[in-house]
């Protein structure tokens, strides 16, 4: 193979032709110029490449969800992710992540080395190749504000604070968090209040109404009650904030002919959502002025770093599917399509006659500008 440099614009070219097709819509699905294709290259992919397809940089301002085939299931073009820390100290039983991460979200919850000098190393390349403005997303992978390292190192604020002076690089931001107690704190409320940072969204994920369930299911999570407080603060400071009931878990109030699988208790398993908790929890956010709901089916890695969720999830799964096997979909158990559609039609109901709006979360994230 000749050696191809992408700070050489003929080759760059050739480069980009030679990229893995799941991330060719990264360059095709909007009108890039050539040269802003070039920027594309340049910022994520191999300078130098041994061999082809050339592989993604280790960034820390990465590509929204890399492992995704933007060709086929996420069709999607270019956005940024920035996962601050690894692991997650919140140890929710169903976690999907466990599904691709490196390492078993729970068991190191740690800060990345260099996070500081990096992120800053991101946010100048960015800048430099040109890379056009597209939405950032704090994170997909890992709470931004664990309890334990935000308030001993203080990355996410000092992402704020970066992404706050170098704004335009970004067309929004939306943060997600199951611990928004930090957001309220001054020194992050008075970064989100700033005009320059808007469009700025909060997303808070509160997937349950009774503590007793998050206990069960969330066990080092912060308590509901917690969150809720912080979402009417938030709100109050004029902040746009959205909920999350995420994920939206197997439901005995769905119909059996639907649900195949017997009520949840005979699992073991208490009753997450029932329907007087959704008509709560979604009655607490519209008082609370959250602007939209969003949600989405649970799924189930299929992965061995994610046995325990296998084990509390796995007879339920395949008890759903008349013939007894369980659906495997990217990686992961999937509920049976009519089911997955009577739970978000569920929830879409409840929002429809609580006149607040509600998105399925892919839909979400493909539609933020």
């Known amino acids: 193979m000749p050696q191809l440099d992408s700070f050489i614009d003929s080759?760059?070219?050739?480069?980009?032709?030679?990229?893995?097709?799941?991330?060719?819509?990264?360059?095709?699905?909007?009108?890039?110029?050539?040269?802003?294709?070039?920027?594309?290259?340049?910022?994520?992919?191999?300078?130098?490449?041994?061999?082809?397809?050339?592989?993604?940089?280790?960034?820390?301002?990465?590509?929204?969800?890399?492992?995704?085939?933007?060709?086929?299931?996420?069709?999607?073009?270019?956005?940024?992710?920035?996962?601050?820390?690894?692991?997650?100290?919140?140890?929710?039983?169903?976690?999907?992540?466990?599904?691709?991460?490196?390492?078993?979200?729970?068991?190191?919850?740690?800060?990345?080395?260099?996070?500081?000098?990096?992120?800053?190393?991101?946010?100048?390349?960015?800048?430099?190749?040109?890379?056009?403005?597209?939405?950032?997303?704090?994170?997909?992978?890992?709470?931004?504000?664990?309890?334990?390292?935000?308030?001993?190192?203080r990355n996410t604020l000092f992402a704020l604070q970066k992404i706050s002076e170098l704004r335009t690089l970004f067309s929004s931001v939306v943060l997600l968090t199951k611990n928004p107690r930090l957001l309220c704190e001054d020194e992050y409320i008075s970064l989100l209040n700033r005009q320059s940072m808007r469009p700025v969204v909060v997303q808070v994920t509160c997937a349950f109404w009774r503590d007793e369930v998050r206990r069960f299911y969330e066990p080092d999570a912060p308590s509901i009650e917690s969150r809720l407080k912080s979402i009417k603060l938030l709100t109050e400071n004029n902040i746009d904030t959205e909920m999350r009931i995420d994920p939206l878990m197997p439901s005995s109030d769905i119909a059996e002919e639907e649900r195949g699988h017997r009520r949840l208790n005979h699992y073991s398993l208490p009753e997450p959502q029932t329907r007087e908790d959704l008509v709560s929890l979604i009655r607490f956010a519209k008082s609370a002025g959250v602007k939209t709901?969003?949600?989405?089916?649970?799924?189930?890695?299929?992965?061995?770093?994610?046995?325990?969720?296998?084990?509390?999830?796995?007879?339920?799964f395949r008890d759903s599917f008349p013939i007894g096997k369980r659906k495997v979909q990217g990686g992961s158990w999937r509920l049976p399509e009519c089911y997955q559609k009577s739970i978000l039609s569920s929830v879409a109901a409840i929002c429809e006659k609580e006149e607040i709006p509600f998105k399925f979360c892919k839909y979400d994230v493909l539609t933020r500008k």
């Open 11 to 153: 080759d760059c070219e050739t480069l980009i032709q030679n990229v893995p097709g799941k991330f060719k819509p990264v360059f095709e699905k909007r009108n890039h110029s050539d040269k802003e294709k070039r920027a594309v290259y340049r910022y994520f992919f191999s300078r130098r490449p041994m061999k082809l397809p050339p592989s993604l940089k280790n960034r820390l301002i990465n590509l929204y969800d890399p492992l995704a085939d933007r060709s086929k299931r996420f069709p999607d073009g270019l956005r940024f992710c920035l996962n601050v820390y690894a692991g997650c100290e919140h140890t929710c039983k169903y976690c999907y992540v466990n599904g691709y991460s490196r390492e078993s979200v729970g068991y190191s919850p740690h800060v990345k080395s260099g996070f500081r000098e990096k992120l800053v190393k991101d946010m100048h390349d960015i800048k430099y190749f040109g890379v056009p403005v597209s939405p950032l997303h704090l994170s997909n992978s890992t709470d931004i504000c664990q309890e334990s390292l935000e308030t001993q190192y």
């Open 293 to 316: 709901i969003i949600g989405k089916p649970l799924k189930i890695p299929v992965s061995n770093k994610a046995a325990q969720a296998k084990i509390m999830f796995g007879a339920l």
